[in-house]
């Protein structure tokens, strides 16, 4: 057994991959995770997948007196890996307090606890969001960051300045955070995957629904960008290499690997795709149809963004593996598996 890590956010979309490739290998994992975006059940579908059933409390971390005596009864925790949070845009722009109550709120509950109970490793969940439109292509981590377009962008920066101060004030504890670029597929086994609630707001969960029939057409927001064929361009990882990622960084930090207390690494696949090249991607790779018709564009939406992942493949020896038609052939796997079409 390597150690013991604790995962929040343990059975959501990200949470879950990372669960199993610890597992993989030879992690114990402890999950605190509060069902608000996910459920009870992906415990079981991770212990199909691994053999082992990792333990699950079920709470959230705004409850410091619940967290405190978790992390009391819980000894030998050797890193956290904290995923738990919202991460709606749109919502957030509506309920911005429920936001920065419950993203920021969680992780200063984690660094008092990981302090009293001498928990040394934080790798944290950030984003590319929080560099908004760079100006210049592709993104490194020197890139500067942009104030954020909406709360959950803003608490994506917020909590990377709390562990950057806090590493400061506090030399025992050590972080990474991961700044994800456009996380998308599934588990190769179909077992595990992203279960939107309600109508996604992500391109491919839209994209697999509609060709599954439960929606009707999926808009393309926007054809006049300033882009070769005008649709926006992303860099979509694969969640398995994405979860990958996480395993390195908690070995980096367990094996007192890193360079300085707080270190951030860009996570994609340094590839550059738009809208209208992963439709025809999709298509390539299931042989489904995608109803689709162009649509105006959407507020907020930035016209391209994809990664120098440099930092990661040469500091970390981290590299995305899986091509874009394996990881879009994974999420349709994952669609129809939970639509029941196989
Ligand atoms: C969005 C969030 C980002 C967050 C990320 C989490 C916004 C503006 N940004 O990123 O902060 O970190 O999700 O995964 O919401 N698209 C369509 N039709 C659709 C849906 C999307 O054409 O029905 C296009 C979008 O215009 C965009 C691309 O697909 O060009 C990807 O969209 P999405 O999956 O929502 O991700 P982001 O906007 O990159």
């Not at 690997?257 to 209208?276: I, R």
């Amino acid at each position: 057994m390597k150690g013991k890590i604790l995962v929040t956010g343990g059975t959501g979309y990200i949470g879950s991959h990372t669960v199993v490739e610890l597992q993989n290998v030879g992690f114990e994992v402890v999950i605190i995770d509060d069902l608000s975006n996910s459920t009870a059940g992906v415990v079981d579908q991770i212990a199909q997948i691994t053999g082992i059933r990792p333990e699950f409390h079920p709470f959230n971390l705004q409850n410091l007196d619940l967290l405190d005596a978790f992390f009391e009864q819980t000894k030998g925790i050797g890193a956290v890996i904290h995923f738990a949070a919202f991460k709606a845009v749109g919502e957030s722009v509506k309920k911005p307090l429920s936001y920065y109550r419950n993203n920021i709120l969680s992780l200063v509950n984690l660094f008092e606890c990981m302090d009293k109970h001498r928990v040394n490793n934080l790798v944290f969940s950030s984003s590319c969001t929080v560099y908004g439109q760079p100006a210049q292509l592709p993104v490194t981590e020197q890139t500067p960051r942009k104030e954020a377009e909406s709360p959950y962008g803003n608490t994506k920066i917020v909590c990377e300045d709390i562990i950057r101060d806090y590493t400061k004030a506090n030399p025992r504890i050590q972080s990474i955070a991961l700044r994800y670029f456009n996380p998308i597929g599934a588990h190769p086994s179909a077992l595990i995957g992203e279960l939107p609630n309600g109508i996604p707001n992500n391109l491919v969960p839209f994209v697999t629904q509609t060709a599954a029939g439960l929606r009707e057409q999926l808009q393309v927001f926007g054809n006049d960008y300033d882009t070769p064929d005008g649709s926006c361009i992303r860099d979509y990882i694969n969640v398995v290499d994405l979860a990958k990622a996480h395993v390195v960084a908690i070995g980096r930090l367990m094996d007192k690997k890193n360079e300085s207390a707080f270190e951030f690494f860009n996570v994609g696949t340094g590839k550059g795709v738009s809208v209208l090249e992963l439709l025809n991607a999709f298509e390539k790779a299931t042989g489904q149809k995608v109803n689709y018709r162009i649509a105006g564009r959407r507020a907020g939406d930035i016209e391209k963004i994809y990664a120098d992942t440099t930092k990661a493949n040469q500091v970390l020896g981290w590299h995305s593996a899986a091509s874009l038609e394996e990881t879009l052939l994974s999420a349709w796997n994952w669609e129809k598996k939970i639509r029941k079409m196989d």
